[in-house]
């Protein structure tokens, strides 16, 4: 599975949209984007994921570049609750079932 | 709809006991994945499981380490003879049919000591 980057840590400010990174530039053609995000001490919960277009959902938006190397995970509205550890996470189709989280970015949202 | 069911959420033993976890997964799913978690680290994949069949276990360690999930009742990772450094949080996930791409509702996790 491709590898992905992302920074350590982020924090926003509430009511403003948290616009989280991802470099995944050896990602290949077959090869998705999930993002899950874990709030403390409880199990991941999935928000989106998406192959090569933008997707957008009730949680967030996902934007991925043309050339598909990096996304960024956007949270319109960010809320206190929002506060979390978000992985970027990809996947080919036949081992979508074996996700692969790495650190992370613990994003803060102050109030 | 209840979630994905864990218990016991947090279980202590001693070196050389048995832990036992188990892992109801939501009504209508019948795949089952578990995952470690060990302190400051991300999840790490240990196996998937079908009703009374292992599809991957690739992510098991070789020794001490079982998961089975029956025709009946809730999936079990067993650990017996635990040592210190099994200490993690284990989280059990779920989805309805194995296919590519379906999403997985995680529980709340298991949380094991090992004084």
């Known amino acids: 599975d491709a590898k992905t980057t992302q920074p350590t840590s982020m924090d926003c400010a509430e009511g403003r949209a948290a616009n989280l990174p991802c470099n995944h530039s050896t990602i290949s053609g077959n090869e998705y984007v999930y993002w899950y995000r874990q709030i403390h001490s409880q199990g991941p919960q999935y928000i989106i994921h998406?192959?090569?277009n933008n997707e957008t959902n009730e949680m967030a938006s996902l934007i991925i570049t043309e050339d598909r190397k990096s996304s960024t995970l956007i949270l319109p509205h960010a809320t206190l609750r929002d506060t979390a550890v978000y992985y970027c996470?990809?996947?080919?189709?036949?081992?979508?079932?074996?996700?692969?989280f790495g650190s992370g970015t613990r994003l803060l949202v102050r109030p | 709809n209840a979630g994905v069911m864990q218990n016991p959420r947090h279980l202590v033993r001693r070196r050389g006991q048995e832990a036992r976890l188990r892992c109801s997964p939501m009504k209508g799913h019948s795949h089952v994945y578990w995952y470690r978690q060990l302190p400051e680290e991300g999840l790490k994949f240990m196996v998937y499981?079908?009703?009374?069949?292992?599809?991957?276990e690739s992510g098991m360690p070789k020794e001490r380490f079982s998961a089975e999930f029956p025709k009946e009742g809730p999936s079990i990772l067993r650990i017996q003879q635990v040592v210190r450094g099994d200490s993690a949080a284990y989280f059990c996930?779920?989805?309805?049919?194995?296919?590519?791409?379906?999403?997985?509702?995680f529980g709340p996790g298991t949380r094991l000591t090992v004084l």
């Open positions: 996470i990809v996947t080919a189709m036949d081992s979508s079932y074996k996700l692969i």
């Open positions: 499981l079908q009703k009374e069949n292992i599809i991957d």
């Open positions: 996930a779920s989805s309805p049919e194995g296919l590519a791409l379906d999403t997985q509702y």
């Open positions: 998406g192959l090569k």
